[in-house]
């Protein structure tokens, strides 16, 4: 094998220039569709190893063209370029090591594949040429005026989104349905075109081609986007920067115009839909075009600000080489990291990245499983576990035993690993209270329905809707008129058959049939006293069982109404017997159990709160909110829709009732009035709240 390292012929360089007269230059390996960025310093040594010197003749060489390398300095760059696969006739350019090389790569892309049920694109057209015929319009609408226009309007955004936050309760879902949601999810496409051809056209403003845009499915969300990654071409950092973070300040354009929408626009669809459209454009920006821990536009624009290429990557690596090296004593695993400065970066990025990763992917599976299919989240669950932690943990014990006779722990990381560990293991093992807050309203525990109990008309109502009644107060009397007449004609019938029953008694021919006469007599006189009772009940009234309020009354209780018989016409309920009902998502419903603690909230005055327990839980998730204020549709917080059958204003997302008594003596807490109920569960360990979701999660999805 040659001694002599050659930098690849099939690698695209291109020269960037840094803050200063400092020049960079970033080589893209067409084979990985990978970027590497490295000093002028680092490059000319790279570019002095032809295949025809060794490192010791490429240093003279640079020295007699006027460059000083020291050889040890030169050593280590050749060796960083090495482990990254830039150089030939090295030991990672051998058959051997391609073999090997080749069946990693093979088993990556098995394993892409596999994770492409929560990443994947779909390139759909080139819209290089359009971009370029277009891009006059761009320039003419994104310019230094336009920007300095947004930017003076951006506080007068943020006063009315501050000052507007005390009626977001009165914003209306009227999008909860059919129809109104496609015209949501078309709103919120456009915006993401509106973002996608911020970043294309950013690009072309700067010279730079887009090969493809196309559909992403990103954790089961279709989103679209653009292949800008040429943007690594340019010299300019600070315009790289501007490719990916344009498509943020075009979602900030739109929430700051949304604002303004929602802000001058009356409750309704559009200003719904305004509100929406401003609330998804900041939590998009926020969590994932902005988050850096994400290979979204915020990592990119971070990136470039720390001028750390591959950040991701080495991240993980060097991860990887802290516990190769400092803990198992594997020297030659290899370093990422030059500087102390990329060293403590890589180090805090890396571990912050291993967290965000398994919370992602746990978030992924624990939503998919409560809020779109069981069976799928299982799945789902049971590939992620074997992708993110079975396989990484067979690759490394394999590894691992490959190099057991070289393994040579250090003390000083192996207590530093012990003793993170010890801290974890004790952390899972500490009783931990934890609190659960939930939407509630003021129900009441006593509920009257109001009936006409009579086949007679209304002669007089004494009540009206939310009307305050007392115990035996009269609500509304009934014409006795109709009940006089047919108490008149049983009573003659009485008589007429009573004068039959005495004239058969005196036959003793028909003596015999006295008996059906009497029987006869009987059923009268039972029917005379239910026309008396009815009788009497028309006269005095209907009265009040316990106080209460009106809640319900048909519009239709004036006098001459006469409905049919038991007829349901109105409600009563008791204040003073208050009922709280909170309405739990069924992805919480496990931390809520009868005999808990609670406490409730209720925004009257500065807030008024009380201590109870939780005294029933629903077996049986909600299937109608009609009368229940946290509706969307009466403008409460709850998503829900109309269903066909019955009408019922059934919940998007399935809730659970839970009940918590509360005896209102002073009559503090309307009805229906809305708050927050705060539930607190017993100290539980982490380890032992892990168990117990398994093992409801085992038994409700079991079939035995």
Partial sequence: MSQNPKLRMDLKVFRQEKEGDLKRFVIKDLATEKFFRMSEYEYRVLKALDGTVSIEQAVEKLKAQGYFYELADAKLVMSKAEQLGLLLNTRYGTSEFQATTKKRMDAQKRTKQLSGVYFRYIPLFNPDNFLQRTLWVFDLFVNKYTATFMLLILPVALYFVVTGIHSLKNVYLFFFNFN??????????????????AHAYTAKHYGIRVPEMGVGILMFFPVLYSNVTDAWQLGDRRQRMAIAGAGIIAEAVIAILATFVWTFTKPGIVNSLAFYMMAMSFVSTLLFNGNPLMKFDGYFVFVDYMQLPNLWAKSMKYVKHLWMEKVLGLANYPDPSNTDRERKIFGVYGFALFAYRISLYTGIVVNVYYRFDKLLGIILGIVAFFLFIVKPVYTGSKTIYAKRGEIKIKRKGGLVFL???????????????????FPCYMASNQVQKLSVPLLTMVRKVYIELGSVVTRGQILYELDPTQLELTLRQKQIQRSIIKAEVQLLLLDDENKGKAPSKEAELKQVDNEIRRIEEDLKTARTGNVAPFNGVVTSLDYRMQPGYKPADGVIVGEIKSIKD???????????????????????????????????????????????????????????????EVISEGHKDSPLDAVYRCSVNFNNDREEVPLGMTGRLVVTAPPQTVFMKFVNQIFNVFNRESFF
């Fill in 419 to 437: 003793g993170v560990m010890a801290v974890f293991i004790v952390a899972l093992f500490i009783p931990l209270s934890s609190k659960s807050i």
């Fill in 578 to 640: 208050g009922v709280v009902h909170a309405l739990v998502p069924a992805l919480n419903i496990d931390r809520v159990k009868v005999g808990m603690e609670a406490e409730v909230w209720f925004p009257i005055g500065t807030g008024f709160f009380f201590d109870g327990k939780v005294d029933e839980v629903a077996p049986y998730s909600e299937k109608d909110l009609r009368d229940s204020p946290f509706s969307s549709r009466m403008g409460g917080e709850l998503a829900t």
């Fill in 180 to 197: 109104n949601l496609l015209i949501l999810w078309t709103a919120i496409a456009l915006s993401k075109l509106i973002h996608e051809f």
